[in-house]
């Protein structure tokens, strides 16, 4: 086993070298509009990603879900093709067509062999202009929809995703589940469903990804083909707005009688244009979002023995950005587990961190980056964030100077930022046993 990690790295490392020898290529194929590409001929398979900036969180007040129902719908017939005969076609053909949303985006993964690739631009742009949303298996999907969201009120997990949000973007697009409101479902009709599509679907919002034995003429041929008629003049109907309601310092409790509490914290996060971005990226991998390796699991898990698992992570969305984490603890350990969180942070804002800490971070981020490119369908997903995160094809030539410019007093910069005590809450979803001043929900 440990033979065959080894030879891996050195497969992936032989491929990439390093990071300067990911050689993307900005290519434009229609208008201003561009798509990069890493070539790979060394198979016969293409990984393309598309995104457009069209998720869930524009679903129209009381259509909450018609984002993700379309999703669901778009191979499950389209054209003349029923759903079992689209599956197939792909499914003989050996081509991955997935279609997914966010909060703020509308994914598309097509994944295929060379040979295929336009018979997967044919089934894709059939899917995304013809769907035939017929009506036994829209009210499918709606089953299958309203089901997963009845499962949701009942899975701990997911009841703690749910009140984070809720308590973090009340009143705003993002407080609601991907999935919808259940009452909204039913309500959604064939006639929303091409509307949402006529509307969002633009190219001046899209964002593509490629990778794999394709050539830029070939892409170019093909992207220009089928999606120019997503040009669209009118203008958009629906938008995210900011989201800009100020976190109160509270601990929020949801009484559930569980075998253990889930704990959820969160404060203001950072944009990813931000000069001090990689300062709080190698800041919270320190914190946090390092493992066994991190300053929370290593006080609370390792020391004291009080968690099962904890965490923290920097997470952004269009219209907001927060740094969050979470714990799964004993219902008895819950007052501990929050104290001790709450003093992690406040020491890495009061006194930063060592020059070991930092040095251990950054090793750990730059060596570990390249092995995130181990196959076209990652290379592509990287591409495509990395796109629309609104940086240049350059980033990967700088990715590790902008790390390992980072210093001790910039850590603590950020950490007089993001980690204040007076714009951090906490949520609890369990039955502890000592809790002092919550707010029940």
């Known amino acids: 086993m440990k033979n065959f990690f080894f030879i891996l790295l050195f497969l992936i490392f032989n491929n990439f070298n390093n990071l300067n020898a990911l050689d993307v290529k900005e290519i434009n194929y229609y208008k201003d509009k561009s798509v990069w590409l890493v070539n790979d001929n060394s198979l016969p398979i293409v990984a393309i990603k598309f995104a457009f900036k069209a998720g869930s969180g524009i679903d129209l007040k009381g259509k909450k879900g018609t984002a993700n129902l379309i999703s669901s719908l778009l191979d499950e017939g389209a054209g003349d093709y029923s759903a079992r005969e689209f599956k197939k076609i792909l499914a003989d053909n050996s081509i991955t067509l997935n279609f997914s949303v966010s909060h703020d985006n509308f994914y598309i993964d097509l994944y295929t062999l060379k040979k295929n690739l336009g018979l997967s631009f044919q089934f894709l742009d059939l899917a995304l202009t013809k769907p035939t949303f017929k009506l036994e298996e829209v009210n499918r999907i709606k089953s299958n929809v309203k089901l997963a969201l009845e499962q949701s009120y009942k899975d701990p997990d997911e009841i703690s995703a749910r009140l984070f949000r809720e308590i973090l973007f009340e009143g705003h697009p993002y407080e609601y589940d991907i999935l919808g409101v259940s009452e909204d479902i039913d309500k959604i009709n064939k006639e929303d469903l091409e509307n949402f599509l006529e509307n969002n679907l633009r190219i001046d919002n899209l964002y593509i990804?490629?990778?794999?034995?394709?050539?830029?003429?070939?892409?170019?041929?093909?992207?220009?083909k089928y999606f120019k008629k997503f040009d669209k003049k009118k203008k958009i109907i629906s938008n995210i707005?900011?989201?800009?309601?100020k976190i109160e310092p509270k601990i929020f409790l949801h009484k559930k009688y569980l075998r253990q509490s889930n704990i959820l914290f969160a404060g203001e996060g950072i944009s990813r244009d931000d000069p001090y971005f990689y300062p709080a990226y190698v800041m919270n991998y320190i914190l946090g979002g390092g493992g066994f390796f991190s300053k929370l699991t290593t006080e609370i898990r390792e020391k004291k023995g009080l968690v099962y698992s904890v965490y923290s992570y920097l997470y952004r969305y269009d219209k907001y950005n927060f740094f969050s984490g979470g714990a799964e603890t004993s219902n008895k350990n819950v007052d501990k587990v929050i104290k001790i969180i709450k003093e992690e942070l406040m020491k890495v804002k009061k006194k930063g961190v060592t020059e070991e800490e930092l040095k251990n971070a950054k090793n750990y981020l730059i060596n570990s980056y390249v092995l995130r490119f181990d196959s076209n369908r990652k290379v592509a997903s990287i591409l495509l964030n990395t796109q629309m995160d609104g940086l240049n094809t350059d980033f990967f030539e700088k990715r590790n100077d902008y790390i390992n410019s980072v210093s001790l007093e910039d850590i603590k910069k950020i950490a007089s930022r993001i980690l204040d005590e007076n714009q951090i809450f906490f949520l609890i979803i369990g039955n502890p046993s000592d809790l002092k001043n919550i707010n029940k929900i």
């Open 241 to 245: 707005p900011e989201h800009k309601k």
């Open 209 to 224: 990804a490629a990778s794999g034995d394709i050539s830029e003429s070939e892409l170019k041929k093909y992207l220009k």
